[in-house]
């Protein structure tokens, strides 16, 4: 058993298998050597690219993956300002990334199968070109109605990505 109290810990790689691992604990009376349990893990790395094939800094790439009834989504990260993300995530079955920044259509790209202690390089998730979508909001008189919230909303679980505005009177 470890004390209770507040310590430095470190291992010998930081992705890790299911199993077991030795790891050194320092502690402020001295350090100890324990036999611990570490959850799997793999990294991801990529780049977050245009329509146009440009890189895209500030994009929010998401990692998601495949769950009863739909979609999952958990860790999340930036692309820098060469558009390149890099990110450990739990190990899945079903995976994939999803990128997304303001005033651009999402992309995505499927991972498929995600192992233990995996580093996967060169990833690229392209944002696709958009398209228009044109409504005209009326009231029960059929007169133009401003300040009506919009949303689009992507199946399968997707809700996190919706997209929403508000109308104007036109």
Not at 55 to 77: H, I, K, N, Q, S
Not at 82 to 96: H, N, Q, T
Request: aromatic fraction near 6%.
């Amino acid at each position: 058993d470890l004390p209770v109290g507040e310590g430095n810990l470190s291992g010998d790689t930081p992705l890790h298998s299911a199993q077991h691992r030795n790891v050194k604990i320092e502690l402020p009376g001295g350090e100890q050597r324990e036999d611990i349990a570490l959850p799997s893990v793999a990294r991801l790395r990529g780049t977050v690219m245009t329509a146009d094939s440009l890189p895209l800094a500030g994009a929010e790439v998401t990692y998601g993956f495949g769950r009863e009834g739909g979609l999952g989504f958990g860790d999340r990260t930036k692309s820098d300002s060469e558009g390149k993300f890099d990110f450990v995530v739990p190990v899945r079955d079903g995976a994939l990334l999803v990128a997304k920044k303001a005033g651009l259509p999402a992309g995505a790209e499927w991972l498929g199968k995600v192992t233990p202690s995996e580093v996967r390089h060169g990833i690229v998730i392209r944002l696709g070109k958009g398209f228009d979508v044109r409504v005209r909001v009326i009231d029960e008189r059929r007169a133009p109605c401003a300040n009506a919230t919009l949303e689009l909303i992507p199946k399968h679980g997707a809700e996190r990505f919706a997209w929403t505005t508000v109308s104007d009177a036109f």
